[in-house]
C-alpha cells in the first residue's frame, strides 16, 4: 500500500521561510517522478514543483520559481520541499504526490499517489 505522509507545515509571517517533507512508504520514489502540489481555499489544485526521473528534469510552477526547491532522497525515499521568501498567496495546503515512470510526465496535480496534506498559513 503506497503512503505519502507530509510534515512540516504551519504559521509564518510573510517572508519567511518552512522546510515540508514527505516520508514515502510502500513505493520506491527512485522510480517515481516527484512533487509537491497545493490547494488554496476556494481554488483548483495547483501543481507546485516536480522532479522528473530522479533529477532529469526539474519544474517549478512560475509563481514559486527563485524561492522554492524541490529535493528528493533516494536513501531515506523522501520528498523535501524549500519555501522561502513566502508570500500570503502561497497560503494552503500542500500534498506530496508520485507518480509512476511512464511515457508521459504529468504536471504533479495528476500524478498517481498523493498524501494527506499539511497546512502552510502565510500572514502579511
Known amino acids: 500500500q503506497v503512503r505519502l505522509v507530509e510534515s512540516g507545515g504551519g504559521s509564518v509571517q510573510a517572508g519567511g521561510s518552512l522546510r515540508l517533507s514527505c516520508a514515502a512508504s510502500?513505493?520506491?520514489?527512485?522510480?517515481?517522478?516527484v512533487g509537491w502540489v497545493r490547494q488554496a481555499p476556494g481554488k483548483e489544485r495547483e501543481g507546485v514543483a516536480a522532479?522528473?526521473?530522479?533529477?532529469?528534469?526539474?519544474h517549478y510552477a512560475a509563481s514559486v520559481k527563485g524561492r522554492f526547491t524541490i529535493s528528493q532522497d533516494g536513501a531515506k525515499n523522501t520528498i523535501d520541499l524549500q519555501m522561502n521568501s513566502l508570500k500570503p498567496e502561497d497560503t494552503g495546503i500542500y500534498y506530496c504526490?508520485?507518480?509512476?515512470?511512464?511515457?508521459?510526465?504529468?504536471?504533479?496535480?495528476?500524478?498517481?499517489?498523493r498524501g494527506q496534506g499539511t497546512q502552510v498559513t502565510v500572514s502579511s
Open positions: 510502500g513505493v520506491d520514489l527512485g522510480n517515481h517522478h
Open positions: 522532479i522528473y526521473h530522479v533529477g532529469l528534469s526539474t
Open positions: 504526490a508520485a507518480e509512476p515512470f511512464g511515457d508521459r510526465w504529468p504536471d504533479p496535480s495528476r500524478f498517481a499517489y
